[in-house]
């Protein structure tokens, strides 16, 4: 299973941004797909997870309201809606993928990674 996230940049506080992650290799439809960000010194921590059917959702408190996680399991793609972005939203954002339907928010049960795209949010 190959990830391929991508969608970051800079932007302003109070700005979008929106993530795609292209999954190739396997039957994407039998992933739990997740989104989590890591900055230099601490660890990679949960933003956001959608089940395989897209029906259920699960979002970091850091992040909820702000942002929507989705999924088109016909273009084999994930996607992270991120709006109102503030500077602490500043990472390399990662996805992830989970063989199966649970909603995982722990990085040790997910089983593939992409490669991370930076955002830079400025103040």
């Known amino acids: 299973v190959q990830l391929q996230a991508s969608g970051g940049g800079l932007v302003q506080a109070g700005g979008s941004l929106r993530l795609s992650c292209t999954v190739s290799?396997?039957?994407?439809?039998?992933?739990?797909m997740g989104w989590f960000r890591q900055v230099p010194g601490k660890e990679r921590e949960f933003v956001a997870a959608i089940n395989w059917s897209g029906g259920r959702t699960n979002y970091a408190d850091s992040v909820k309201g702000r942002v929507t996680i989705s999924r088109d399991n016909a273009k084999n793609t994930v996607y992270l809606q991120m709006n109102s972005l503030k500077p602490e939203d500043t990472a390399v954002y990662y996805c992830a993928a989970a063989f199966g339907d649970t909603i995982a928010v722990l990085t040790t049960l997910y089983d593939y990674w992409g490669q991370g795209t930076l955002v830079t949010v400025s103040s």
């Open positions: 290799g396997r039957t994407f439809s039998s992933y739990t």
